[in-house]
């Protein structure tokens, strides 16, 4: 399967249903068993997720909001970036991240080519006055195919030779504008997609592995009859942090390696007004907030909401209310995603169509079309792997291979397990790393006596920070499609972005990580487990070898 994921020698989603097929024919599994881990309560979490994403996408809210904020933030390259990368990342919390990418960079190429043809007509005419004799002469010089051509008549020599010298001053303006153009496009561009990658991370449903990790952590504390403390509002907790200081670096990071001239680090009034203009006429063709839109916009919030305050973190939360664990973050989004095909888009008084039903909010067939139901296949192949991987003792043994390492400081594996993770996703799917990495990364850490969430929740985000090739990430792709950006151009500005990435994860797991989830001290549900398997082991030992036993 890894193979197949990573050549794509089947689609991604059908190469997740090989398990289906191969688990009973090897004798592993029964198929009913493989079968039922398709549809599970993080998948179930997943797909309301989604519904609600596709009606966003339906009703144009995205757009509308990233159009707002970019009428805020002004016409400066580097608010414009800034502008353009703050709802990537946000709608990225929520919506898929290749949807947010592929909304933001029309916009940015509009914006982009407004800012060039400004530069191109403030320049077109360069008007120079030079004095010959009692006459002053109007000079126009144009440069074309690399031939100065000069009107306005007969000149001296030293006008001529002006001329030539203004000719070839305006054309080097004119190469280093392009130059500088060139690295805005650029710096608007990476930074789209990159914001998309960190946005997903902010989020429980942002992406694909936090949903595959956030199944994997249920498995392992459900075996141990403990519960979970991966939940939306603890997710949040722990990685909207370490998402928003990535991306204010990766912000921080683009201003320097591209941004560095002058020309278009300060707009021209003329400039910056037209730019207003193309942002200001967008958002005007979009016109006012429907009923639709903002019946749309209550559900969202009230799903973010449901979601935050189901489990409070220690404090209680609306959950209580229910018998305990009969209500999971699935619940809600459900209820939700339901509600939109319940919920009319229009007013009955104002419905014109009369004796037809009401349309909902989000029709069936949109739905259809905007939700990426192979992804739930996905997660689903992941599930059932991990489960063979489990039950056929394949992640106990190489989570023991890799207690080579036991020597060196938990914090000091989790560094280096993050980096490879992070390269390998550069050249594979991030789902399809995760899907494999998560049961060893369970075993390892209980061998090891630590939380299983210290080495699953790390690795499982680090699938995220691709920031090196188009192949790395949708957003990547879409980004490099547009021609803007060249392959060594995301090479030069990810490796850095990498590396940091890297480290303000496994500075945050240290930090305000092991406040929140304890990494570092084995839950008691594990402990019993592990002395119940030494002393299984102890007593095998002593009934192998009497002569060995203690009293």
Request: one cysteine or more.
């Amino acid at each position: 399967m890894a193979v197949f994921w990573i050549t794509e020698a089947l689609p991604i989603a059908v190469t997740s249903l090989l398990p289906i097929i191969l688990f009973p024919m090897t004798g592993l599994l029964y198929a009913k068993d493989v079968s039922s881990t398709y549809l599970n309560d993080t998948a179930a979490l997943f797909l309301g997720g989604l519904i609600v994403a596709a009606a966003i996408e339906h009703w144009n809210i995205h757009k509308r909001l990233a159009l707002r904020v970019l009428m805020l933030v002004g016409s400066e390259p580097r608010w414009l970036m800034f502008g353009m990368m703050l709802p990537t990342w946000f709608l990225s919390m929520w919506i898929s991240n290749t949807a947010t990418t592929a909304m933001m960079i029309p916009i940015a190429n509009a914006v982009l080519v407004q800012i060039k043809e400004t530069r191109e007509s403030e320049n077109k005419d360069d008007i120079k006055v030079v004095d010959h004799g009692d006459v002053d002469i109007e000079l126009k010089v144009t440069v074309k195919n690399g031939t100065k051509n000069m009107t306005n008549g007969n000149l001296d020599k030293d006008n001529e030779k002006h001329l030539v010298d203004n000719t070839e001053g305006q054309h080097k303006k004119k190469k280093t504008e392009d130059a500088e153009y060139s690295r805005m496009c650029k710096a608007l561009s990476l930074g789209i997609a990159y914001s998309a990658n960190c946005g997903g991370v902010a989020s429980l449903t942002g992406t694909g592995p936090n949903v595959i990790m956030k199944g994997a952590a249920d498995t392992a504390f459900q075996e141990k009859n403990a519960t979970s403390p991966v939940t939306f509002t603890t997710w949040m907790q722990y990685c909207l942090p370490i998402s928003a200081i990535i991306v204010i670096f990766v912000w921080l990071w683009l201003q320097v390696l591209f941004l560095r001239c002058k020309t278009y680090n300060k707009s021209s009034p003329e400039q910056a007004k037209k730019v207003r203009n193309v942002i200001r006429q967008q958002y005007e063709e979009l016109g006012s907030i429907t009923f639709g839109q903002g019946a749309v916009i209550i559900h969202f919030v009230l799903l973010a909401l449901l979601w935050v305050t189901r489990d409070l973190g220690g404090v209680g939360g609306w959950g209580d209310i229910f018998p305990e664990k009969t209500v999971t973050d699935s619940t809600p989004a459900i209820l939700i995603a339901i509600s939109l095909f319940l919920f009319p888009s229009v007013l009955p008084h104002k419905f014109q169509e009369k004796g037809k039903p009401l349309p909902p909010l989000l029709p069936w067939k949109a739905a259809e079309k905007m939700v990426p139901w192979g992804v739930i296949l996905l997660l689903g192949g992941g599930f059932a792997l991990a489960k063979g991987s489990k039950d056929s003792g394949l992640s106990k043994l190489i989570g023991e291979q890799l207690t080579v390492f036991k020597d060196f400081e938990p914090w000091v594996m989790n560094l280096v397990l993050c980096f490879i993770v992070a390269g390998a996703t550069e050249v594979t799917s991030n789902t399809a790393i995760c899907t494999l990495m998560m049961p060893i990364m369970k075993e390892l850490a209980t061998t090891l006596e630590v939380n299983p969430l210290y080495f699953m929740f790390p690795t499982a985000i680090a699938t995220s920070f691709a920031f090196m090739l188009p192949v790395a990430t949708p957003p990547n792709a879409v980004v490099f499609s547009y021609g803007f950006v060249r392959v060594l151009d995301m090479v030069i500005a990810g490796f850095p972005l990498n590396i940091i990435a890297v480290l303000v994860l496994v500075i945050g797991t240290e930090v305000w990580g092991e406040a929140i989830f304890g990494f570092h001290t084995l839950p008691a549900a594990f402990q019993v487990s592990n002395e119940t398997s030494t002393l299984f082991n102890n007593l095998s030992i002593s009934t192998i070898n009497p002569f060995n036993a203690t009293t």
